[in-house]
Nanobody, 124 residues
Framework: QVQLVESGGGLVQPGGSLRLSCAVS????????MGWYRQAPGKQRELVAA???????NYAGSVKGRFTISRDNAKNTVYLEMNSLKPEDTAVYYC??????????????????WGQGTQVTVSS
């Protein structure tokens, strides 16, 4: 089995900061692209930030300059540092990872895995 376990969500005032973590554990795997998505009530799920295995990143325009995505390959963990938070950042944040798993015949084709989601609320 493979699990993506998120932590770090919570309630914060506008202008504040939070740091989300997503740790991948379970069976033998190798990770490709990883990213963070979010979904607010009544809205579609959207990509917030993504990071490739080599470290290249991209961001949604609404968070660029405020959020930073990073990864620690030794810890199998991806992070999202969120600064200057705004009420419109309120959403459930989901971790996503593109993973290949070890099988007797070798590495499987990459597949998407998702975390359970963590609530981020920005309010006074």
């Amino acid at each position: 089995q493979v699990q993506l376990v998120e932590s770090g969500g919570g309630l914060v005032q506008p202008g504040g900061s939070l740091r989300l973590s997503c740790a991948v554990s379970g069976s033998i795997f190798r990770a490709g692209n990883m990213g963070w998505y979010r979904q607010a009530p009544g809205k579609q799920r959207e990509l917030v930030a993504a990071i490739a295995s080599g470290g290249a990143t991209n961001y949604a325009g609404s968070v660029k300059g405020r959020f930073t995505i990073s990864r620690d390959n030794a810890k199998n963990t991806v992070y999202l540092e969120m600064n200057s938070l705004k009420p419109e950042d309120t959403a459930v944040y989901y971790c996503n990872a593109e993973l290949s798993r070890w099988r007797l015949a070798g590495w499987s084709d990459p597949a998407d895995y998702w975390g359970q989601g963590t609530q981020v609320t920005v309010s006074s």
